[in-house]
């Protein structure tokens, strides 16, 4: 696991590549765990679409988990908030309370992040990018600012998971930042009257 702002496609393979090594070869290998956001819209995709290269080749499952679910499941503390920073003033967020999920992942302002980490009460573990915008809300709390999940978190959750109830379809809380195109390539810009 490691996490990028950039390079994703060109690191991707000497990743795999070491896993595999570690893994003790293709034939150790009976499925494809893949995280399936939030994240970065371009991560994302890359990840996912090499993960299903990767299952199409070797002719194994590729399990989607969810990257705040392995965030959680990162630490051992059941009473934990996953959360990443998805910058414009918002965290992805999930919350466990004795190890139970409190709700679905969630798009959620800083402030009302906060609140629910507050909430959690103290000793509470707080991990991910997004943990340390929430130490003035949850000063009691414990941040782990670890980027990313651990990878035996994302492999240990997809071995524990039906292949068919988790597909790596990618995992979107809000809209992307990017926006279409206003014109087709060649089309002439709009005048401005004069």
């Known amino acids: 696991s490691e996490i990028m702002t950039k390079g994703h496609s060109e690191r991707l393979g000497g990743l795999a590549r070491d896993a595999v090594a570690e893994a003790g070869g293709f034939d150790a290998i009976d499925r494809i765990g893949v995280t399936v956001g939030p994240g970065s819209f371009t991560g994302l995709r890359v990840g996912l679409a090499f993960a299903q290269g990767l299952g199409a080749a070797l002719h194994r499952p590729v399990v989607g988990v969810s990257t705040l679910d392995a965030l959680a499941a990162s630490v051992e503390n059941p009473t934990r908030a996953a959360l990443i920073d998805a910058r414009r003033g918002q965290v992805y967020a999930r919350f466990w309370r004795d190890g139970a999920p409190d709700g679905p992942p969630e798009a959620l302002s800083l402030e009302q992040a906060g609140e629910c980490a507050a909430a959690l009460g103290a000793g ?65 810009r709009a005048q401005k009257p004069s």
Request: hydrophobic fraction near 45%; charged fraction near 15%.
């Open 124 to 188: 509470a573990v707080l991990v991910g990018s997004g943990a340390p915008l929430m130490v003035e809300a949850a000063p009691l709390a414990v941040v782990d600012d670890r980027p990313g999940p651990l990878p035996e978190a994302i492999a240990r959750l997809a071995a524990a998971v039906d292949p068919g109830a988790a597909p790596p379809t990618p995992l979107y809380l809000r809209a992307p930042d990017a926006t279409p195109p206003t014109r087709l390539p060649g089309q002439p």
